[in-house]
């Protein structure tokens, strides 16, 4: 498959409401529950609160004041609580490549007062963010659905200030069945054929200029073939 096909794939499967990572009405690829919706396809602001599970914002830990980033924001979960987070004089942003999830993200940080929330079109290889300008950026199950993971995180690093945090979690591949994945339109959408390795990932940051890069495997899924780690990593400061 060439990229645009990829891209033309992913975002299908991800721009219509309901969907999980996997694609599935009930279930996910990185055990998130799907968002709810309503006959207007629109997910209800308290429901978007209870998506994902949280692990890489909690570990990115966003502090009164800072700017922070989501990849992939989707329905805006994360941003959201990120938001409450920073306070007013702080910013959380979210960036995600389909429409119809940035209208509901930003319906929702209206529905809750989030003032500090911000969502924008784009996708996480192309940020429309300033470079310098973010202290910590997070992604939760995104970054295996791009075919170009190395720009993902060479925008990461641009945009992040020295000194900036990267935490997030995501589907790997386990190295010795990476043969068993599917590796057609169904595998990308499905968060299969776009997943590397644990080493390849660590690599592709420590190659972005990252530093600091650790990493934990949190469980297995689909028979063995991929697990769910958290990653961090950091931009370092100029001596």
């Not at 990229?3 to 009930?26: A, F, M, N, T």
């Not at 998506?51 to 979960?77: F, H, K, N, Q, Y």
């Not at 979210?94 to 784009?122: I, K, N, Y």
């Not at 199950?141 to 641009?158: G, I, M, T, W, Y």
Request: net charge negative.
């Amino acid at each position: 498959m060439d990229e645009l096909e990829v891209r033309r794939s992913v975002r299908d499967r991800y721009g219509r409401p309901g969907s999980g990572c996997g694609g599935s009405s009930d279930s996910s690829c990185c055990g998130h529950e799907p968002a709810s919706a309503d006959s207007a396809g629109r997910a209800d602001a308290a429901d978007i609160l209870r998506l994902g599970v949280g692990e890489p914002l909690e570990r990115l830990a966003p502090r009164e004041g800072e700017t922070v980033l989501d990849l992939g924001s989707g329905p805006g979960r994360d941003v959201l609580v990120a938001a409450e987070r920073v306070g007013p004089r702080g910013r959380a942003i979210g960036v995600d490549a389909t429409p119809e999830m940035v209208f509901r993200a930003r319906e929702a940080a209206r529905s809750l007062g989030r003032t500090s929330a911000e969502f924008r079109l784009g996708e996480i290889e192309h940020l429309p963010v300033a470079s310098g300008s973010v202290d910590g950026v997070t992604s939760d199950c995104v970054v295996n659905l791009s075919p170009d993971k190395a720009q993902v995180f060479r925008e990461a690093f641009r945009v992040l200030r020295p000194g900036g945090r990267f935490v997030l979690s995501d589907v790997v591949a386990d190295p010795g069945r990476t043969g068993e994945l599917r590796h057609d339109a169904e595998g990308w959408a499905a968060c299969e054929a776009g997943a590397v390795t644990l080493a390849e990932y660590e690599a592709l940051l420590r190659g972005a200029g990252f530093v600091d890069v650790h990493s934990e495997v949190l469980g297995t899924s689909r028979e063995g073939l991929l697990s769910r780690a958290l990653v961090t990593a950091a931009k370092p400061v100029p001596p």
